[in-house]
Each structure stands twice: as structure tokens, then as C-alpha cells.
């Protein structure tokens, strides 16, 4: 099973606006990890964060992790159309790297 | 540099026949990795490799067969295709798996008819 689940399957914003994607997962990791997929092509690393951080910021996103929860938040600001795409959490551990199975993001212009 | 190369980008089987889906990449990574992605489903890990000569199953690995003779190279073998292993596939590899950012191919497109 997928130790990813992220939450909403599908969000659909006005450009300019905040989008944020959550991902929750099941067991303990070394590291959370974002990425892009926009379509029919293949993904594009976004942004890791430690097990040992709480928020980490480039340069529109902002990653926080929640170890206690188990889970994790992705924050895309000031929304642009080319954005649309869809977002995956990964979590890290034991030399394996699991996908959860991905918020599809739809800014319009 | 190429980064991660996959071939071919398409491919049509007949149920029962075998082939080998290529990975190549050229930035001397050591952890390489497979995974299908079915709609709805994400990504699933098929199987991977910490180095030349280590291979060992993810997720999802019946029907799948891989090796890694070098640091280079890691194909996968389906051994006798399948309609259940129409998919898309996905070879990324990793300076560190699990711990780095992964690089990833841009992809197998298959089906089994």
C-alpha cells in the first residue's frame, strides 16, 4: 500500500490566489519530499524537508512537516496558471522513496 | 547532460510477450528506482537498486524483473506481458535514495493488449 494520502485529489483556483495541498502518511520517515508533474511528463523535484524541520521556504513555497501528526502541508502563494500541474508528497526511509498519490491542481488565468 | 534517459516512450505488446524497458543516467548516482503510475494511483515503486550488483523489490514487483550490472544502467524485464502491466513507467535515480532529490525519466508509455 501507498504511504502517502494526499488531500484534496483535485483543487481548482483563480490565478493570484493560495493553493494548499496536504499530505498524511503512516509510518515514521527520514524525510518528506515534493514533486511537479505537469502532464504526460515526468516529475520534477520541488522542495525535502528533515524529519528534524517544521517549515521550509523556496522561493513561492513554503513545506511544513508535522512528525506527531504524521503529516505534511504544501503552500503555493500568489498561484500563476502555468502552476497547473499535479503535486505529489514522497516520504524517504530504508533506501525507498513512496508517492502518495497526488493533488491535481487546476489555476486558472 | 542527458540526466535520466528512458526508451522507448512508446510501446505496444501482445499479451505474453516479454521485453526490457531501458534506464540510462550520467550523473554517477548510485540509487536507481522504478515505478508505474496507473490513473488514480500515484506512483508505485516496482523495484530498485542502492548500487551495482543490489537490486530488491518495492512495492509492486510480480511479473518484473531487474539487474544492475553497472552504475549506469538498470533495466527492467517484464518476463510475459500482461493487459494488468498497461502503465505508464517512471525510472528515477538518486544520490542518496530516499535522503536526495530524485531525477526522474520522462517516461515509458505501455500497453498490453
Known amino acids: 500500500s501507498q504511504q502517502g494520502e494526499e488531500d484534496p485529489q483535485a483543487l481548482s483556483i483563480q490565478e493570484g490566489e493560495n493553493a494548499t495541498m496536504n499530505c498524511s502518511y503512516k509510518?515514521?520517515?527520514?524525510?518528506l519530499q515534493w514533486y511537479r508533474q505537469n502532464s504526460g511528463r515526468g516529475l520534477v523535484h520541488l522542495i525535502l524537508?528533515?524529519?528534524?524541520?517544521r517549515e521550509k521556504h523556496s522561493g513561492r513555497l513554503r513545506v511544513t512537516l508535522d512528525t506527531s501528526k504524521k503529516s505534511s502541508s504544501l503552500l503555493i502563494t500568489a498561484s500563476r496558471a502555468a502552476d497547473t500541474a499535479s503535486y505529489f508528497c514522497?516520504?524517504?526511509?530504508?533506501?525507498?522513496?513512496?508517492f502518495g498519490q497526488g493533488t491535481e491542481l487546476s489555476v486558472k488565468p | 547532460n542527458a540526466g535520466v534517459t528512458q526508451t522507448p516512450k512508446f510501446q505496444v505488446l501482445k499479451t505474453g510477450q516479454s521485453m526490457t524497458l531501458q534506464c540510462a543516467q550520467d550523473?554517477?548516482?548510485?540509487?536507481m528506482s522504478w515505478y508505474r503510475q496507473d490513473p488514480g494511483m500515484g506512483l508505485r515503486l516496482i523495484h530498485y537498486?542502492?548500487?551495482?550488483?543490489?537490486?530488491d523489490q518495492g512495492e509492486v514487483p510480480n511479473g518484473y524483473n531487474v539487474s544492475r550490472s553497472t552504475t549506469e544502467d538498470f533495466p527492467l524485464r517484464l518476463l510475459s506481458a500482461a493487459p494488468s502491466q498497461t502503465s505508464v513507467y517512471f525510472c528515477?535515480?538518486?544520490?542518496?535514495?530516499?535522503?536526495?532529490?530524485?531525477?526522474f525519466g520522462q517516461g515509458t508509455r505501455l500497453t498490453v493488449v
Open positions: 509510518t515514521s520517515i527520514n524525510n
Open positions: 514522497a516520504t524517504g526511509k530504508g533506501g525507498k522513496l513512496i
Open positions: 528515477a535515480s538518486s544520490y542518496s535514495q530516499g535522503g536526495t532529490e530524485a531525477f
Open positions: 550523473m554517477n548516482h548510485e540509487y
Open positions: 524537508i528533515r524529519s528534524n524541520e
Open positions: 537498486s542502492v548500487g551495482a550488483g543490489i537490486t
